[in-house]
């Protein structure tokens, strides 16, 4: 069996809005009487849209006719029509996901095109999911380093942390191109977003809409958000006001960065010379680049060079391969299919930590992914290890009830994948310390990554497996 499956990413950011097809190739490369096995045979990006700027009724309010109309003529030319299209992502990044009409966009907008991964991306995710299309996940891995991904956009700034391959950590800051705004032949501000104006309170420079600055002025200030950038990745000693740039949370700092690495609109202006009109864009990224550029992060830190820039996240959102593999171990039949459960992946530090520490650090990570406060179903997935004994089970299983409690209290499966074979009585003992209370589904022999997606099919064989579907970033092989 040989099929072309049809993926589309759509990503409408603060600045700009894109969408990228792709065609990925799989074949069932096992016998007829065996649960499928489906291998990736070729993978193509065969089309790019244009990039344009994120159509916005207010400052708040972003126009959904208008995006719409973007994506549809993007199909037109792309020659696609919405049946085709198999699979996908759609996502709303940077200070867009904060527009007050931000959830009816997604709405509309999923039923474009096929069977969405649909979400708001959380600063993390988006983080996660553009560092891996930028590649950095991949270069963490062949080089058995710490690389760092920032991913830098309109209106936010996305870090994501890898180690060998695997998420360590993540933050965002509400550092971008487009959070001032200005006429390009008079430089009169147009609009500045509320923390930019503190920030430059805080270098003694005022800045409010209406107000003709000057090229040194925003030049200052351009200088000052790099600096912030500086001191979130512990090249620059911190100050209160990267407290206040901060989106979410900062970074940990309890590792050594060897390398860095930019994607997102930013990213041209850093890697390359940029000698075109400074103000073509109508904003400072331009100016904020060459900040970065001639700072002290690329004086400090080695610099790789992302394979995806602008088109990183979208690349990231868009493109899934999907492998079939893993047998079922532990599960309730009513609850399947599951279809688009996101991943949290445990790193292999965080399963060396204690029980009770890592029931918090699960805690902690299961906020990635909440959207607008509210929670998501997720699956926890883990390496796990071989022949563990009956006390560490039982314990594991303790452990994993106390981190995913928020999750418990939904009306939701309890979803647990593990790379190594004991599921079943893992499975088995969450149900028993449940009081068999909860469905739980717990598989094993499937190798996911945070920022996955999994579906598992109903079961076959008389019950014995699943088909399992783990789609993940196609470039980070």
Known sequence: ??????????????????????????????????????????????????????????????DVVKVRDIIEKEYNKAKIIPKDVDSGAVIITG??????NAKEV???????????????AGPDLEAIIAGKGANASKESKDKACVVANLDIGGGTTNIAIFKNGDVIDTSCLDIGGRLIRVNKDTLEVLYASYKIKKLAESIGLEIYEGKKLSLAQLEKISIRMGEILEEALGVRDKSQELDLMVTNHDLRRDYYIDYISFSGGIADCIYTQYTEDLFKF??????????????????QK???????????????????????????????????????IPILKLTEDDELLTFDRLSSVIADKLKWFRLDNDNQQVALAFKGMKNASFETIQNMSKCIIKGMEEMLE????????????????LGQTLKKQLKFKKDVVCIDSVKVESGDYIDIGNSLANGKVVPVIVKTLLFSY
């Open 1 to 62: 069996m040989v099929q072309d499956i049809l993926s589309v990413g759509i990503d409408i950011g603060t600045s700009t809005t894109q969408l990228v097809f792709s065609k990925i190739t799989i074949q069932n490369i096992a016998s007829m009487a065996a649960v499928p096995r489906v291998k990736i045979v070729d993978k193509e990006v065969i089309y790019r849209s244009s990039i344009y700027f994120t159509p916005l009724k207010t400052s708040t309010e972003i």
């Open 95 to 100: 200070e867009t996901a904060r527009k007050e």
């Open 106 to 120: 997604l709405k509309i907008l999923s039923g474009l095109a096929g069977d969405f991964v649909v979400a708001t």
């Open 282 to 299: 109508e904003d400072i990224g331009i100016l904020l680049g060459k900040s970065i550029k001639n700072g002290n992060l690329l004086k």
């Open 302 to 340: 080695e610099i790789l060079k992302a394979t995806e820039t602008i088109r990183a996240t979208v690349i990231g959102a868009g493109l899934h391969t999907t492998n079939i593999s893993g047998s079922t171990i532990t599960f309730s039949e009513k609850v399947l299919p599951l279809k688009n």
């Open 410 to 425: 939904l009306d939701i499966p309890l979803v647990v994948i593990i790379e190594n074979d004991m599921a079943k009585v």
